[in-house]
T-cell receptor, first 116, second 107 residues
């Protein structure tokens, strides 16, 4: 299957600072990537859809000014958590849509964020 | 919102087949059924997907009922490493995850 990477795998930051998470499709081009958040013992929650060359679309209840998404190229999307607070501590996971004959999404390994 | 319902948990003996059901009674004609699994603290892993016909790959088989309102994921010979949360997702464009089924494979 296709490979998606995320960097960093974990990050600890102070409250009020900003944190950038990268998502890369390593062996395919992805015009569409997705960002999810997962709290302990809960399922994945879709945050936003990242489209190469255009603005991201956010799910209801997700603050676009707090979670900045940039889809800089066909293989890279970034999520910046601005002015992070302890309640933003979570597991952030990206996926990339592979548009081959049997289109599907491939997920990254996730980034664990802890805001102190 | 997720359009699927799955049992919260299931047990399976190692070496036996694991049959995981999923109900998706409101599925639309152009929506695929996808199955992923998530092992603790990792990103979801793709297993299989299908539209109408049954599908099989090296990991699993997917059986979709004729009316497409439900499906079953079959792991033919479960191992301890198959212990995970299994998600059934119905999708046209975006994935909305439900609660999934926690499969416990026991020795």
């Amino acid at each position: 299957g296709a490979v998606v990477s995320q960097h960093p795998s974990w990050v600890i930051c102070k409250s009020g600072t900003s944190v950038k998470i990268e998502c890369r499709s390593l062996d395919f081009q992805a015009t569409t990537m997705f960002w999810y958040r997962q709290f302990p013992k809960q399922s994945l929650m879709l945050m936003a859809t990242s489209n190469e060359g255009s603005k991201a679309t956010y799910e209801q209840g997700v603050e676009k000014d707090k979670f900045l998404i940039n889809h800089a190229s066909l293989t890279l999307s970034t999520l910046t958590v601005t002015s992070a607070h302890p309640e933003d501590s979570s597991f952030y996971i990206c996926s990339a849509r592979w548009g081959g004959p049997r289109e599907t999404q491939y997920f990254g390994p996730g980034t664990r964020l802890l805001v102190l | 919102d997720a359009k699927t319902t799955q049992p919260t948990s299931m047990d399976c003996a190692e070496g036996r087949a694991a049959n995981l059901p999923c109900n998706h009674s409101t599925i639309s004609g152009n929506e695929y059924v996808y199955w992923y699994r998530q092992i603790h603290s990792q990103g979801p892993q793709y297993i299989i997907h299908g539209l109408k016909n049954n599908e099989t790959n090296e990991m699993a088989s997917l059986i979709i009922t004729e009316d497409r309102k439900s499906s079953t994921l079959i792991l033919p010979h479960a191992t301890l490493r198959d212990t995970a949360v299994y998600y059934c997702i119905v999708n046209f464009n975006k994935f909305y995850f439900g609660s999934g089924t926690k499969l416990n494979v026991k020795p």
